[in-house]
């Protein structure tokens, strides 16, 4: 609907967050500087927090997107409400080594 009314080459409004509208606002701009030098340094387990709707998906949507898949394997765990052990377990289905007792 809103595509064709305002000649839109994609639709605005999905339910999940899309990085190709990553908006880069100066806060976003700092997460995003702190989360490439994390990952350049190697530092390993990065974890974004904030309010409902801030862009932390986006974000790291964005990055996931910008990073060189031969260099660096990220993955993207969404779900928080998990015991250590089934949140190492979502880690390590994440990265493709769900055979784990």
């Not at 595509?3 to 995003?32: C, G, I, W």
């Not at 765990?77 to 089934?86: E, F, I, K, Q, R």
């Amino acid at each position: 609907m809103f595509t064709k009314f305002y000649n839109l080459r994609a639709e605005p409004f999905l339910l999940t967050p899309d990085e190709r509208f990553y908006f880069e606002s100066t806060v976003h701009s700092q997460a995003m500087a702190h989360l490439t030098y994390g990952l350049t340094r190697g530092e390993g387990f990065i974890v974004i927090t904030g309010d409902v709707g801030a862009g932390k998906t986006t974000l790291v949507k964005r990055l996931i997107a910008t990073i060189d898949a031969n260099r660096i394997i990220a993955a993207h765990v969404v779900t928080t409400l998990l015991s250590g052990h089934d949140l190492l377990h979502m880690v390590a289905a994440a990265f493709g080594l769900e055979n784990l007792p």
